[in-house]
């Protein structure tokens, strides 16, 4: 991409992910099941030309807006048919993966990573995905070689500032309309269960509380419980505020929904017990780099993360070059400025409403590497840097399948494409309000925002192609 202009705008093509990896057994099992997914969507244009009906000719504007909502109703129509095509994909991988056939979790993965999971499956898929993540596998390996060390490096877990984020958070949940209307059930918590509170933190009867006020109570502690847990087990990871953000994230899809039937203390306990291990997985996924999977570097230290800001602020030059030298000027772009920190580690945890989070979980949570090449699927040396440019390879066998990289090789495009969304709206503001703005970025569709993405992606791959080739002529 030249450095002096943007590219125009174009019409993407929305790439499709890869299926996964499928063994000699179940390969006719989940090829059904994947011939269930929908096709893609044609296209509504609508064309204004005279027609000539029962009542007489039709102008050009009349007909153009009778196509329009003829093709609106026939949208809408695809929209539904598509979304009950998938949960029915989806029940049936579900009910596969339950009987044994592990590899319908890479049938939920490519689901995942190209339509999005149904909001109401996600507490039953999300915990296959996290289970089957192969960066999760990868993690586990490590922390099982260094489990004897893990004795001897105990730290002290800031407990006040986790109950201080969480009740942050319950504030400014509050305020915003992209959170459920409730809060989760009485799903953690019995009757004749005290709640703990912090030093200095006085704890009510809960004769005193209602049933809404219990159920945050129960939800805020299981969330500390995960957050201390996972802290305590991996001590050369230090506590980020982010970490309330992505446990009550888990949380919101997966303890059971508002107004269901009170569980037994075994479901409690159950409950807190999957939100702990689904955090766990979650940060090995967001903090996984190959630097740190071989003990070279510890997480969430200044080293990966300042490479990987360095690396987004090169990309940002190159394709977005008139936002990066607005930013720059407003000193926007220094790699010391919190927002890119919280953006490009933390995955805009906290800056994206609900709908957009989630979506985008379900495209990270759907990664599954190298999927054509061998039943192993190994993740390669080079994947998941986040800090440079994501190996150049060539297409899968299905041409159109898109390319597997880790979410920390992703992320930064997703990043430039949420940037490339608001740049008009960017360049009118000054130091203080883009501050601000960035905090709340605009509310874009996350689907446009993924293959608005891999245009970057495909750019820069081009861009390094020709670099390669000025460098070798």
């Given at each position: 991409?030249?450095?002096?202009?943007?590219?125009?705008?174009?019409?993407?093509?929305?790439?499709?992910?890869?299926?996964?990896?499928?063994?000699?057994?179940?390969?006719?099992?989940?090829?059904?099941?994947?011939?269930?997914?929908?096709?893609?969507?044609?296209?509504?244009?609508?064309?204004?030309?005279?027609?000539?009906?029962?009542?007489?000719?039709?102008?050009?504007?009349?007909?153009?807006?009778?196509?329009?909502?003829?093709?609106?109703?026939?949208?809408?129509?695809?929209?539904?048919?598509?979304?009950?095509?998938?949960?029915?994909?989806?029940?049936?991988?579900?009910?596969?993966?339950?009987?044994?056939?592990?590899?319908?979790?890479?049938?939920?993965?490519?689901?995942?990573?190209?339509?999005?999971?149904?909001?109401?499956?996600?507490?039953?898929?999300?915990?296959?995905?996290?289970?089957?993540?192969?960066?999760?596998?990868?993690?586990?390996?490590?922390?099982?070689?260094?489990?004897?060390?893990?004795?001897?490096?105990?730290?002290?877990?800031?407990?006040?500032?986790?109950?201080?984020?969480?009740?942050?958070?319950?504030?400014?949940?509050?305020?915003?309309?992209?959170?459920?209307?409730?809060?989760?059930?009485?799903?953690?918590?019995?009757?004749?269960?005290?709640?703990?509170?912090?030093?200095?933190?006085?704890?009510?009867?809960?004769?005193?509380?209602?049933?809404?006020?219990?159920?945050?109570?129960?939800?805020?502690?299981?969330?500390?419980?995960?957050?201390?847990?996972?802290?305590?087990?991996?001590?050369?990871?230090?506590?980020?505020?982010?970490?309330?953000?992505?446990?009550?994230?888990?949380?919101?899809?997966?303890?059971?929904?508002?107004?269901?039937?009170?569980?037994?203390?075994?479901?409690?306990?159950?409950?807190?017990?999957?939100?702990?291990?689904?955090?766990?997985?979650?940060?090995?996924?967001?903090?996984?780099?190959?630097?740190?999977?071989?003990?070279?570097?510890?997480?969430?230290?200044?080293?990966?993360?300042?490479?990987?800001?360095?690396?987004?602020?090169?990309?940002?030059?190159?394709?977005?070059?008139?936002?990066?030298?607005?930013?720059?000027?407003?000193?926007?772009t220094e790699p010391s400025e919190n927002w890119l920190n919280m953006w490009l580690q933390w995955w805009c945890v906290r800056e994206l409403k609900r709908p957009q989070k989630a979506r985008l979980w379900d495209f990270y949570l759907g990664y599954r590497p190298s999927i054509h090449k061998?039943?192993?699927?190994?993740?390669?040396?080079?994947?998941?840097?986040?800090?440079?440019?994501?190996?150049?390879?060539?297409?899968?066998?299905?041409?159109?399948?898109?390319?597997?990289?880790?979410?920390?090789?992703?992320?930064?495009?997703?990043?430039?494409?949420?940037?490339?969304?608001?740049?008009?709206?960017?360049?009118?503001?000054?130091?203080?309000?883009?501050?601000?703005?960035?905090?709340?970025?605009?509310?874009?569709?996350?689907?446009?925002?993924?293959?608005?993405?891999?245009?970057?992606?495909?750019?820069?791959?081009?861009?390094?192609?020709?670099?390669?080739?000025?460098?070798?002529?």
């Amino acid at each position: 991409m030249s450095s002096q202009d943007e590219k125009p705008a174009r019409k993407d093509k929305a790439p499709k992910p890869a299926r996964g990896p499928i063994s000699k057994r179940s390969s006719r099992f989940i090829e059904q099941l994947n011939k269930r997914l929908p096709p893609p969507q044609p296209s509504t244009r609508t064309d204004s030309v005279v027609e000539v009906t029962a009542s007489g000719p039709q102008t050009p504007q009349a007909t153009g807006r009778s196509r329009a909502g003829s093709h609106a109703s026939t949208r809408q129509a695809l929209i539904r048919h598509q979304v009950e095509q998938t949960r029915e994909s989806v029940l049936s991988l579900l009910a596969g993966y339950e009987s044994g056939f592990e590899t319908a979790a890479n049938g939920l993965a490519s689901i995942a990573q190209k339509y999005g999971i149904i909001p109401e499956l996600r507490q039953k898929v999300w915990p296959i995905l996290l289970e089957t993540h192969p960066l999760v596998k990868l993690s586990n390996e490590r922390d099982t070689k260094r489990s004897v060390d893990l004795f001897r490096e105990r730290t002290e877990v800031p407990t006040k500032k986790i109950y201080d984020e969480i009740a942050h958070y319950r504030r400014r949940e509050k305020n915003s309309p992209f959170t459920r209307s409730t809060t989760p059930p009485r799903s953690l918590v019995s009757s004749n269960t005290s709640l703990k509170s912090p030093a200095g933190y006085p704890s009510p009867p809960l004769e005193a509380l209602d049933d809404e006020a219990i159920d945050e109570m129960a939800t805020n502690e299981a969330v500390k419980s995960a957050i201390v847990s996972f802290l305590e087990g991996h001590p050369t990871i230090k506590y980020a505020d982010r970490m309330v953000h992505v446990c009550f994230t888990l949380a919101d899809w997966l303890l059971p929904l508002p107004n269901a039937a009170c569980l037994s203390q075994d479901d409690h306990v159950k409950n807190a017990a999957q939100l702990n291990r689904a955090f766990c997985q979650m940060m090995h996924i967001m903090t996984w780099s190959p630097s740190i999977q071989d003990g070279k570097e510890a997480q969430l230290d200044g080293g990966v993360t300042r490479r990987r800001i360095n690396h987004f602020l090169d990309l940002l030059g190159k394709s977005l070059p008139e936002l990066s030298m607005y930013m720059r000027t407003e000193a926007m772009t220094e790699p010391s400025e919190n927002w890119l920190n919280m953006w490009l580690q933390w995955w805009c945890v906290r800056e994206l409403k609900r709908p957009q989070k989630a979506r985008l979980w379900d495209f990270y949570l759907g990664y599954r590497p190298s999927i054509h090449k061998s039943a192993e699927a190994p993740v390669q040396r080079l994947d998941g840097d986040g800090e440079q440019d994501a190996p150049l390879r060539s297409k899968t066998p299905d041409k159109d399948d898109l390319e597997q990289y880790t979410p920390a090789d992703w992320h930064p495009y997703v990043c430039l494409a949420l940037l490339k969304s608001a740049k008009d709206q960017m360049q009118e503001l000054d130091w203080d309000e883009m501050r601000s703005f960035l905090t709340k970025p605009p509310q874009v569709e996350m689907q446009i925002v993924l293959r608005e993405a891999e245009v970057f992606r495909e750019e820069h791959k081009e861009y390094r192609i020709q670099e390669l080739l000025k460098r070798n002529g």
